[in-house]
């Protein structure tokens, strides 16, 4: 072939087809996105295990787009949390409202003694409040919020005593994590310091603190099963803790519509039924655990509930006032509906 040819042929079609076939290889790779995860509470804790199964699901929903990492350590303090998500130090946490006093007043409808008996219930109810009723969102601009949802019902526990009366609450030290619960101890004459669940054995277990309110679940979870010696049940709880999973909004904007569109499927009520469901089981471990260390279980009686209520029922009329001065119309009205969804629920 003249030289002159060579300089009009083309060159082999592998050559020009090797980096095309290269490119359509790695798209799928050099598309996926990473959400990292964040969580404060321990690995097998129900939060940090539905999160993880939460974000696996999306990834299923959308192969190839999407790869879940969790972060070796918290970004920050239980307090800080809602905060280290919004300006996306992680892509995706959970939030206790109570945890910031008076940031999140709305949420506290949740928080009221003798709701529900499940985290479920609880938690799909509280979603579809938060769901129908703007201003409950407007308190938390700035992040994506997947779901609002509870733990289970609040149980006083205590190294000291069996708890049968209102008056066997004085006396003691109790660590509360803040919120409406805060309020309902003191209103019932408990003398309670503020303080983030993890902290609960340190303080339990030095004497630093004679009891703690929790869920069932938080024995197991916070190994306090062997340090505590009674715990004291109500129906429907003695208070419940609002908590929020919540994501960047950056984060979430940036996604492809697909992935956006996984996402919300499987958020809102469906992820709050997933985490009371995950809540539910583990206060059932959380009670046999602690029937098994010898823990001594009182049921609060009728005098007892009726005591509690009569000091606590102007802690809604309280409420009502501040969650109107956010914006919520008609407060009473709604957190009637939210007792009446529960009740739904619960049938």
Same mark, same amino acid.
């Given at each position: 072939?003249?030289?002159?040819?060579?300089?009009?042929?083309?060159?082999?079609?592998?050559? =020009? #087809?090797?980096p095309v076939a290269l490119l359509t290889t790695l798209a799928p790779a050099l598309a996926q996105t990473t959400i990292t995860l964040s969580t404060w509470v321990p690995p097998a804790h129900a939060l940090s295990t539905t999160q993880v199964e939460w974000c696996e699901m999306v990834e299923k929903k959308v192969p190839g787009k999407i790869k879940c990492n =969790? #972060?070796?350590?918290?970004?920050a303090a239980p307090p800080g949390t809602f905060d280290a998500v919004r300006n996306g130090l992680a892509d995706i946490s959970f939030a206790v409202h109570g945890y910031t006093p008076s940031r999140f007043v709305t949420p506290q409808l949740a928080e009221f003694p003798f709701l529900g008996n499940s985290s479920e219930t609880v938690s799909v109810a509280f979603q579809r409040i938060y769901a129908k009723y703007p201003a409950i969102a407007d308190e938390h601009k700035g992040v994506k919020v997947l779901a609002a949802f509870t733990h289970g019902p609040g149980i006083v526990f205590n190294t000291k005593r069996a708890i049968t009366k209102v008056d066997d609450l004085s006396g003691l030290k109790f660590r509360v994590g803040g919120g409406m619960v805060n309020e309902i101890a003191k209103t019932l004459g408990m003398n309670v310091t503020l303080k983030p669940a993890p902290e609960s054995y340190e303080l339990l277990s030095t004497g630093v603190m004679d009891g703690t309110l929790?869920?069932?679940e938080s024995a197991e979870s916070f190994k306090i099963e062997k340090i505590i010696r009674h715990a004291t049940t109500f129906p429907g709880g003695l208070y419940n803790t609002s908590f929020v999973f919540v994501m960047n909004q950056a984060k979430y904007d940036s996604l492809p519509a697909d992935v956006k569109k996984a996402i919300d499927e499987i958020?809102?009520?469906?992820?709050?039924?997933?985490?009371?469901r995950a809540w539910d089981r583990a206060d059932r471990r959380g009670v046999a655990l602690?029937?098994?260390n010898g823990?001594?279980?009182?049921?609060?009686?009728?005098?007892?509930?009726?005591?509690?209520?009569s000091k606590t029922e102007p802690l809604e009329d309280a409420w009502v006032k501040a969650a109107e001065s956010r914006g919520l119309k008609d407060a009473k009205k709604v957190l009637a509906e939210f007792r009446a969804e529960i009740a739904k629920l619960e049938r």
């Open positions: 072939m003249p030289p002159f040819a060579r300089l009009f042929t083309s060159p082999p079609v592998r050559t =020009v #087809l090797a =969790v #972060l070796p350590r918290a970004v929790f869920p069932a958020s809102g009520e469906f992820l709050a039924r997933m985490a009371g602690m029937q098994a823990v001594v279980f009182t049921k609060a009686d009728q005098a007892f509930v009726a005591a509690v209520k």
